[in-house]
Nanobody
Framework: EVQLVESGGGLVQPGGSLRLSCAAS????????MSWVRQAPGKGLEWVST????????SYADSVKGRFTISTDNAKNTLYLQMNSLKSEDTAVYYCAKGGPTSPYEYWGQGTQVTVSS
């Protein structure tokens, strides 16, 4: 059974940092394309970042480029999203997903809430 379990969300002040984690199981994590996608209140899904581990390539949405970093720990089957210089517009539920953005998202986690507010 495939499972993706996010953690690390919370309330942070503008300019602060958070690191999200996504624990993966039930598939070959080390060779999978993995993504972070977010959904702000009242808005649709927004792609944030993808890591293509088999070619050591990462990509980011313009809105987070230079502030967010996607990474993995294959020994722990865990995907991370380091978020720095957070802004109020980063407030959203963050989901990790297997696949994306040019290939189908096969599996999704349950999401973790990030709120950026003073």
């Amino acid at each position: 059974e495939v499972q993706l379990v996010e953690s690390g969300g919370g309330l942070v002040q503008p300019g602060g940092s958070l690191r999200l984690s996504c624990a993966a199981s039930g598939f070959t994590f080390s060779s999978s394309v993995m993504s972070w996608v977010r959904q702000a209140p009242g808005k649709g899904l927004e792609w944030v970042s993808t890591i293509y581990k088999y070619i050591s390539f990462t990509s980011y949405a313009d809105s987070v480029k230079g502030r967010f970093t996607i990474s993995t720990d294959n020994a722990k089957n865990t995907l991370y999203l380091q978020m720095n210089s957070l802004k109020s517009e980063d407030t959203a539920v963050y989901y990790c997903a297997k696949g994306g953005p040019t290939s189908p998202y096969e599996y999704w986690g349950q999401g973790t809430q990030v709120t950026v507010s003073s």
